[in-house]
């Protein structure tokens, strides 16, 4: 009799569909393994290897990046956090080489300009900025496997003093720079101010739509540059390592500045203030387009970055302000600079 109690039981779990299967049973009590991770890694950000050889390399490093994440998430006494992202089978160096790219030309000790800070004494600064809400901001682009984040952090710049002088957000195109700049080096590196002294000197810049963005190194095709939309009448430097005058600036416009963004934390980077550990080589560049203060009281930049949206905070990062050494966390104040528009 209780044989067949245990039975009827067994068949009306199964009826019901009460009973786990074993792939329920595994979901609810083992977390999925590295390679499984893995596996929906490459699913989500579409990553398809050439060859096995080539995956199995690929998993060692998103192992190891993984662990890395897991470990200083777990630690739990830093005020941001890291996550996977578009960049977990990269080594750092692999990450450093082909995510970044200030460089500084041969022309930037001649090209420093010396003219006076405009915004040297400004009477009232907002205790918050953010750009974004003043439709001065496109939507987060992505540079891809192109080292020409200076045409990105010039293209903001561009794009927020535009929209303040003429009221219209219009998206520029990165690659008219990265194909035009003489005095750069494409996907090679490139520096700001030399950019910005194209756009002058070209009388403008086309938009996006005309010369869009392709990654590569290309040939300046002049009849897409000859159509410009936007255009500045000059640009400043923000005096070097004075983070008080990168807020007078940023309280104005939106600022192209250089940083040292090649560390491990920043490569994975997700959200809160960051305040990790970094140097003052500057290696990348992205554009200031506000500031702010944490719920902790923590000071912050809002920095727009050009490493799609899957990177920080849906691709910005709140980075700390007003710290001790003058040069700002990671070199922010060192070589700061704007446009300028009648």
Known sequence: MAFMSKLFLYVLIAILGLWPSKAQSRTLHEAPTMLEK????MSQFGR???????KQTRFAIFKSNLEYIESVNR??????RLGLNAFADLTNEEFRTTRTGYKPSFHSKSSVRTSPFRYENISEIPPSMDWRQKGAVTPIKYQGNCGCCWAFSAVAAVEGIHQLST???????????????????GCKGGWMDTAFKYIIQNNGLTTEDNYPYLAVDGTCDAGKASSPAATITGYEDVPANSESALLNAVAKQPVSVALEGSGKDFQFYSSGVFMGECGTELTHAVTVVGYGIGEDGTK????????????????????AREIDAAEGLCGIAKKASYPTAA
């Open 38 to 41: 893995h596996e929906q890694w």
């Open 48 to 54: 398809v290897y050439a060859n096995e050889t080539e």
């Open 75 to 80: 630690d739990g006494s830093k005020p941001y």
């Open 167 to 185: 009221g219209s957000l219009t998206s520029l195109s990165e690659q008219e720079l990265v194909d035009c700049v003489a005095d750069n080096y």
């Open 300 to 319: 912050y930049w809002l920095i727009k970055n050009s490493w799609g949206t899957t990177w920080g905070e849906e691709g910005y990062m709140r980075i």
